[in-house]
């Protein structure tokens, strides 16, 4: 429950756990920097929806939530804030994301454009030189190279790596099986967020790797 303040970790690491009525969950990670309590605030939810537990000795700094919220109004960016704060709940739902921390998500968040997808509707098409780079918050596709299927893609997958990292053409098509919810981002800031983050540049480069033929 909301207890009138925010916490702000200056030093240390948390571990973020839920527990959805079957087990206890690990769904993220916050340091240095990054906000305790500040969603249930954005959204005026009496409730917290998870607990925040320290792995490493933690440092934290204590603030008046009402203070907070009427900064957010009186700068005009609530309902950014909870745009994107939406886009990082939903991101750390899947690996990598729930690894990172929540500046990390809140800055892909803030690069990402929210697209709704329906059944049928090819996002990009092989051989194009589109260079977009996509992550699925929701739903299933089918990948095709030459006309053929070559596999299935689920909630937490990413595609459009090679045209947005490497300035190659579209190396197969991508069509929603299912009504879906994709990311989208641009090929320079999602360029400028994995050069830049060595753990999401691993994750992509092993990914490519693992993609080749």
Known sequence: RRNGFLYV????????????G????NIAIKESGDFIGEIAIVNQSELHSASVVAETPVVLSVLDERLFYRFLEDENRLGNAIR????????????????????????IASKAHYREIKKGETVVTEG??????????KGRFDIRQNSQSIGLMNEGGLFGEYASLHQMPRTATVTALCDSTLLELKKEDINTIVFTTPILNFFVQRMMKNRLP
């Open 9 to 20: 970790i200056l030093s240390g690491r948390c571990r973020v756990k839920h527990h959805d």
């Open 22 to 25: 079957v087990s206890l969950k």
């Open 84 to 107: 994107i704060w939406k886009i990082r709940t939903e991101l750390e739902n899947f690996e990598p994301f729930s690894y990172f921390s929540d500046a990390l998500n809140e800055f």
């Open 128 to 137: 194009d030189e589109t260079t977009n780079f996509y992550i699925i918050l």
